[in-house]
Nanobody
Framework: QVQLVESGGGLVQAGASLRLSCAASGRTFSSYTVGWFRQTPGKEREFVAAVLWSGGSTYYEDAVKGRFTISRDNAKNTVYLQMNSLKPEDTAVYYC?????????????????WGQGTQVTVFS
């Protein structure tokens, strides 16, 4: 069992940066692949980025490539999403999710555990 708690969201102006954190409980967190997703009202949850359990591979949605960076510190049981050059269209609730081992995936249904989400609002 893994419990996830996101933090770091906020209200920022376009062009600013935020770093989201996903803190996990569980001694075996290092064996989980972790993804970040986002959702706006009335829309489906969409993939943002994922990092393999080892940290050796990452995968990004095209819209965030070059602006967002996912990383993990298994010693701290934490995954980060560094978001630079934020745009109003990045406004959403951001969720982290975990799946044991496996490969990188952009499908929400492939993830077993979810956090409660953190709001990111970018104004122009």
């Amino acid at each position: 069992q893994v419990q996830l708690v996101e933090s770091g969201g906020g209200l920022v102006q376009a062009g600013a940066s935020l770093r989201l954190s996903c803190a996990a409980s569980g001694r075996t967190f290092s064996s989980y692949t972790v993804g970040w997703f986002r959702q706006t009202p009335g829309k489906e949850r969409e993939f943002v980025a994922a990092v393999l359990w080892s940290g050796g591979s990452t995968y990004y949605e095209d819209a965030v490539k070059g602006r967002f960076t996912i990383s993990r510190d298994n010693a701290k049981n934490t995954v980060y999403l560094q978001m630079n050059s934020l745009k109003p269209e990045d406004t959403a609730v951001y969720y982290c999710a975990a799946r044991q081992g496996g490969t990188l995936s952009r499908r929400p249904s492939n993830y077993d555990y979810w956090g409660q989400g953190t709001q990111v609002t970018v104004f122009s």
